[in-house]
């Protein structure tokens, strides 16, 4: 059993900064990409931020420059760092991890619970 446990979550003012983090818990052998990805009501979940096992990043164009991932690989976590939000960027934010639990087994694509951010105007 392998699973996902995303925090950091809350309400902020418009321009104020949020941590979210993610802990992968259970039978683990390796991870492999992961990142951050948000639905807000009544849209589609998108993507926000990724990082792979080596630290290559990807940042939406949307968020870029206000947000930023990281990842603990001795920890099993990833990290999102907004900052100067965004009223827009209000949203269930939720990690997405690709985790190995043995040598014998594939990768599985695991998600976190998600956890809500919002950002008053």
């Known amino acids: 059993q392998v699973q996902l446990v995303d925090s950091g979550g809350g309400l902020v003012q418009a321009g104020g900064s949020l941590r979210l983090s993610c802990a992968a818990f259970?039978?683990?052998?390796?991870?492999?990409?992961m990142g951050w990805y948000r639905q807000a009501p009544g849209k589609q979940r998108e993507l926000v931020a990724n990082i792979t096992s080596e630290g290559s990043i990807n940042i939406a164009d949307s968020v870029k420059g206000r947000f930023n991932i990281s990842r603990d690989n001795a920890k099993n976590t990833v990290y999102l760092q907004m900052n100067s939000l965004k009223p827009e960027d209000t949203a269930v934010y939720y990690c997405?991890?690709?985790?190995?639990?043995?040598?014998?087994?594939?990768?599985?694509?695991?998600w976190g619970q998600g956890t809500l951010a919002t950002v008053s105007s």
């Open positions: 997405n991890a690709k985790i190995r639990p043995t040598i014998l087994m594939d990768y599985l694509d695991v």
């Open positions: 259970g039978r683990i052998f390796g991870i492999g990409d």
